[in-house]
């Protein structure tokens, strides 16, 4: 069971009671982002190094008393977390890394980091005997929510803007989700995802309101401590669409922190394409956001009006990190780069991690000296059409062996 204290509204500063479940501040309605505030000294009575290094669960659910909704019998959920981390061994010298972590998002259930945030939202919504479950999103919002909802039989509503790549849609529809594909923006599917939620009051899963979700995605950072050994390095790398992931690391470390498990944050850097990059272009402006462009073929951080900004630039802030955009030419480079030289296939939006690391310590954001790690939040199966633009062609021959010895040599 996760210790409560109370919520703190993001934009009004109220603070709530934590005996009641939240999703939104009472007094600011939708905008009114909140955050949910622990007891650690409560915490810290079960949750420990050691209780850790004894624990057989390996899902998520390993670190329930730092999530805010309380899971129930843990079987009925599907597998999440536990992803790998490796360190790299081949890119971080071809780059100039000291040392250079991957962890491998694309691994959790429906391949990709968004289950950590689905399954919270499900298992909110079982404890709410919730009959569906809606969101809006770019794609792995929603086939993570689908696959997870189908896992526990509840019915999931799925929003998404046409440009959804198709391996995303055929997930959804596999998990048996009623798809509604809103010709429009991200934005368009989101407000009628919102319309939709306030007419059938259907639970809502679009993840920078809930601030549930925010907690189930907070267990990357956890996990990836972990597998450090609590050695954590000095940056942690995070492409940003809405905001909620880069949030979640952040809250993540945090707690460890605050839990004295470990004794510093490490710096965040918040990538986005140069094709949809509002945080980087508030970030170097010093001013509030403004919506972008949509676009990039990054699908999964193609979003020009962020939901979740104040915790977003406050996490990379207080980690004292930074904001940095890249070509998408540069994130099918590296898409490529890190299959080939790790064999590792992220989507691009997961690929926009590693142009950034790279980007930014060629810059001098990022020192030679200082180890990274980035988060490769899903994986490249879900987008094979921008996979085969950063592929390369096979070789085609005529079936004789001597045209094979031609191009083999
Ligand atoms: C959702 C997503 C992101 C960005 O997360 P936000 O919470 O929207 O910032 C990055 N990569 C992938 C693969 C995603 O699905
Ligand atoms: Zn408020």
Redesign the pocket.
């Known amino acids: 069971m996760a210790h409560i204290k109370g919520y703190e509204c993001t934009i009004c500063n109220s603070q709530y009671e934590g005996n009641d479940i939240l999703h939104t501040c009472p007094k600011c309605g939708q905008k009114g982002i909140l955050e949910i505030i622990y007891d650690y000294k409560k915490i810290k009575q079960s949750l420990s190094k050691a209780y850790l290094a004894n624990c057989m669960d390996y899902s998520i659910w390993r670190y329930s008393s730092l999530i805010s909704i309380d899971p129930g019998r843990r079987n009925k959920y599907l597998h999440v977390g536990s992803t790998p981390l490796y360190k790299a061994r081949r890119l971080d010298e071809m780059m100039g890394f000291k040392k250079l972590y991957i962890k491998d998002?694309?691994l959790n259930p429906t391949a990709?980091?968004?289950d950590r945030?689905s399954i919270v939202a499900v298992a909110d919504a079982y404890n709410l005997k919730a009959n569906t479950i809606c969101c809006s999103?770019?794609?792995?919002?929603a086939s993570s929510l689908a696959g997870n909802a189908a896992r526990v039989g509840i019915n999931t509503v799925i929003f998404v803007p046409k440009r959804a790549p198709i391996g995303k849609l055929s997930q959804l529809l596999i998990f048996g989700a009623k798809v509604v594909v809103v010709k429009g923006s991200y934005n368009d599917a989101f407000e009628m995802s919102q319309k939709a939620i306030e007419k059938w009051g259907w639970y809502n899963r679009n993840?920078?309101i809930n601030p549930h979700l925010v907690e189930g995605?907070k267990t990357v950072a956890l996990s990836m401590a972990e597998q450090m050994n609590w050695n954590l390095p000095d940056w942690v790398v995070?492409?940003?669409?809405?905001?909620?992931?880069?949030?979640?690391v952040y809250k993540g470390f945090y707690d460890l922190v605050q839990l004295g498990i470990t004794d510093r944050i490490p710096k965040l850097l918040g990538v986005q394409s140069d094709g949809c990059c509002p945080f980087v272009n508030a970030y170097i402006k010093n001013k509030s956001l403004e919506p972008a462009e949509e676009n990039t073929i990054?699908d999964?951080?193609s979003?020009g009006i962020?939901r979740?900004p104040v915790k977003?630039m406050r996490a990379v802030k207080n980690s004292g990190g930074s904001w940095i955009a890249v070509s998408d030419h540069n994130i099918l480079k590296a898409m490529k780069v890190l299959g080939s030289s790790e064999g590792v296939f992220?989507?691009p939006?997961?690929a926009?991690s590693l142009a950034g690391a790279e980007e930014a310590l060629k810059i001098g954001i990022i020192k030679a000296e200082e180890t990274v790690c980035i988060?490769a939040?899903?994986n490249g199966l879900?987008d094979t059409k921008n996979a085969m633009e950063a592929a390369g062609k096979p070789i085609y021959i005529e079936p004789d062996i001597n045209e094979l010895i031609k191009v083999i040599g």
């Open positions: 998002e694309g990709s980091l968004k945030a999103s770019t794609g792995n919002a993840a920078a995605k995070v492409s940003v669409g809405d905001g909620c992931t880069i949030a979640g990054a999964s951080i979003v962020p979740n977003a992220t989507e939006a997961g926009a988060i939040t899903g879900k």
